[in-house]
């Protein structure tokens, strides 16, 4: 008898574009795990319609209905458990969490990061990374700590930064990227391939390409 499914719960605050790519990718079976619940905390996002077409429960928990973080993560954390759920990924969620909800799911935790961690934390990181000069921006998945940002690696996809680039350009190409990523990285979870060892995630069974490299610009032919 086959295992169950691994029993995700997704955290969304607007469009839910990295959720749709979660849905897409468990539909087709490459990434075995299931979606058991989809929270918001806006009522209006539209990744709670993503999760309905696809027939996945939803709530919406909205922050400003509790008197405090901590009365508005214990609904969100209760709702999960609730659920079923040994895997939560943020996607999108415009929340910074506490360490009352990280230590509820430590090291079952993930989040996807729009810049090549852990350069550029935070806001507004296009345009930082522009700014700053850099060849490479790209996208991070990181299992979650109490620092913002700042959790153990497990994927990053590089992507180049143009000289015409603009803030919206360059996050409209890291964002297909970060569709690629997301479910890879909810995959060698699901299959129990990955290992923290401090700030190092192992990738078990993980294939190494010691001479990979990415330049910017290309190399003259």
Known sequence: ??????????????????LQALIDRMAEGSVPARIALVISNQAEAYGLERARLAGIPTRVIHHRAFPDRQHFEQAMIAALNAAGVELVC????????????????????????PALLPAFPGLHVQQRAIDSGARFSGATVHFVTEEVDAGPIVAQAAVPILDHDTAQTLAARILTQEHRLYPMAVSLFAQKRLQISGQRVHILNGREE???????????P
Not at 1 to 18: D, F, K, T, Y
Not at 94 to 110: D, E, H, K, S
Not at 210 to 220: D, G, M, N, S
């Open 90 to 113: 943020l996607a999108g969620f415009m929340r910074v969490l506490t360490p009352c909800f990280i230590r509820a799911f430590q090291g079952r935790l993930l989040n996807i990061h």
């Open 210 to 220: 010691p001479e990979a490299a990415l330049i910017v610009p290309p190399p003259e």
């Open 1 to 18: 008898m086959a295992e169950p499914l691994l029993a995700v719960g997704v955290l969304i605050s607007g469009s839910g574009s990295n």
